[in-house]
């Protein structure tokens, strides 16, 4: 069973034993058919981005949407025409129940909601959510399991003065350095960092390394265990492959059936489907200025390691 880690009414449930035991008898199907799509060239000239230690947006900031929750953003995207998003977890403007997280059913804010992108130094910026996966699949009357169950992806426009102070490049590690499309095996190595309020400003809990469980729902999703895991406010985590590679975002908070795994939906599935539904031209994700290293200096190596966790298979 999962649930959306983006807000945090569940913030005390997640550390209770009790409501563990509680919810791991309530079960999500985990779906097994989709098919990824290229994703076309951009034809705008790159914009001159703000240098990557004093620029205010980046991956991993929080986002704040009107009428849904607070989470954190993952990578930076760009269309053909040179508009520049922020992508955040389509659930973060959910209005339902945390348990919600089928795409084609749940309830959502609309396109069009405003998004506060909290900024480094105090700075804050509010754009449109243009593209929704879940508003999108419900208005096309979306039908295929895997889609509806791990299509979790939306856009912010920045406006123009955060895109001159925006830097592309993941915090810590570095990247990303393209997008990842051959999914992520069971044993793979990943990277992540979340921005969770819960953890009160304690960036050293913020980078994290993981490995895969294996993938699921036909590659639409990947379920990964980390050091600690993402938790509610980290959802739309940016997940880096052992490449540096974008690999995708971080989606849920699972139960069962491997506890305290999270789910995290696949970039080149999302970003397809955008490309082929949002109506905002060719979108693409945008390199990082910086090289990708698994282990950045300042980091000690140790706060990386990846945990043993329950078997993956037997």
Same mark, same amino acid.
């Given at each position: 069973?999962?649930?959306?880690?983006g807000?945090?009414?569940?913030?005390?449930?997640?550390?209770?034993?009790?409501? $563990?035991?509680?919810?791991?008898? *309530?079960?999500?199907? *985990?779906?097994?058919t989709?098919?990824?799509?290229?994703?076309?060239?951009?034809?705008?000239p790159?914009?001159?981005?703000?240098?990557?230690?004093?620029?205010?947006?980046?991956?991993g900031?929080?986002?704040?949407?009107?009428?849904g929750?607070?989470?954190t953003?993952n990578?930076?995207?760009?269309?053909g025409? @040179?508009?520049? /998003?922020?992508?955040?977890?389509?659930?973060?403007?959910?209005? @339902?129940?945390?348990?919600?997280? +089928?795409g084609?059913?749940?309830?959502?804010?609309?396109?069009?909601? *405003?998004?506060?992108?909290? !900024? %480094?130094?105090?700075?804050?910026?509010?754009?449109?959510?243009?593209?929704s996966?879940?508003? +999108?699949m419900?208005?096309?009357?979306?039908?295929?399991?895997d889609?509806c169950?791990?299509?979790d992806?939306?856009?912010v426009?920045?406006?123009? %003065?955060?895109?001159?102070?925006?830097?592309?490049?993941?915090?810590?590690?570095? @990247?990303? &350095?393209? $997008?990842?499309?051959?999914?992520?095996?069971?044993?793979?190595?990943?990277?992540?960092? !979340? +921005?969770?309020?819960l953890r009160?400003?304690?960036?050293?809990?913020?980078?994290?390394?993981g490995?895969?469980?294996?993938?699921?729902? !036909?590659?639409?999703g990947?379920?990964v /265990? &980390?050091?600690?895991?993402?938790?509610?406010g980290?959802? !739309?985590?940016?997940?880096?492959?052992?490449? @540096?590679?974008?690999?995708g975002?971080?989606?849920?908070? +699972?139960?069962?059936?491997?506890?305290v795994?999270?789910?995290?939906?696949?970039?080149?599935? $999302?970003?397809?489907?955008?490309n082929?539904?949002?109506?905002?031209g060719?979108?693409?994700?945008v %390199?990082?200025?910086?090289?990708?290293t698994? &282990?950045p200096?300042?980091?000690?190596p140790?706060?990386l390691?990846?945990?043993a966790g329950?078997?993956?298979?037997?």
């Open positions: 069973m999962g649930f959306r880690s807000r945090t009414a569940l913030a005390v449930a997640l550390w209770t034993a009790t409501t $563990v035991t509680a919810l791991v008898a *309530l079960a999500i199907a *985990l779906p097994s989709a098919t990824a799509q290229p994703t076309r060239s951009l034809q705008a790159a914009p001159v981005w703000a240098p990557r230690e004093s620029a205010a947006v980046h991956p900031v929080r986002t704040v949407t009107q009428g929750g607070s989470c953003s990578f930076v995207f760009r269309d025409t @040179g508009a520049v /998003y922020l992508g955040q977890a389509a659930h973060c403007a959910g209005t @339902g129940q945390e348990t919600e997280i +089928n084609c059913t749940s309830s959502t804010m609309p396109e069009g909601t *405003l998004v506060t992108v909290q !900024g %480094d130094g105090g700075r804050s910026f509010t754009g449109p959510m243009v593209y996966s879940w508003v +999108n419900q208005r096309r009357g979306e039908t295929d399991p889609t169950a791990y299509n992806f939306a856009l426009r920045l406006p123009a %003065d955060a895109a001159g102070a925006t830097n592309p490049t993941v915090p810590f590690f570095g @990247g990303p &350095t393209g $997008v990842s499309t051959g999914g992520l095996p069971a044993g793979a190595q990943t990277f992540t960092y !979340g +921005n969770s309020e009160g400003g304690a960036a050293t809990l913020s980078p994290k390394a490995v895969s469980a294996g993938d699921v729902g !036909g590659g639409w990947h379920v /265990y &980390t050091v600690s895991p993402g938790v509610p980290d959802s !739309g985590s940016a997940f880096l492959d052992s490449s @540096g590679r974008g690999l975002m971080l989606s849920t908070l +699972n139960l069962a059936p491997l506890p795994s999270n789910g995290v939906v696949d970039l080149a599935h $999302v970003l397809a489907y955008a082929t539904y949002a109506g905002l060719d979108l693409s994700m %390199d990082g200025t910086a090289p990708f698994s &282990t200096p300042g980091v000690d140790q706060d390691a990846p945990p329950p078997p993956v298979s037997g």
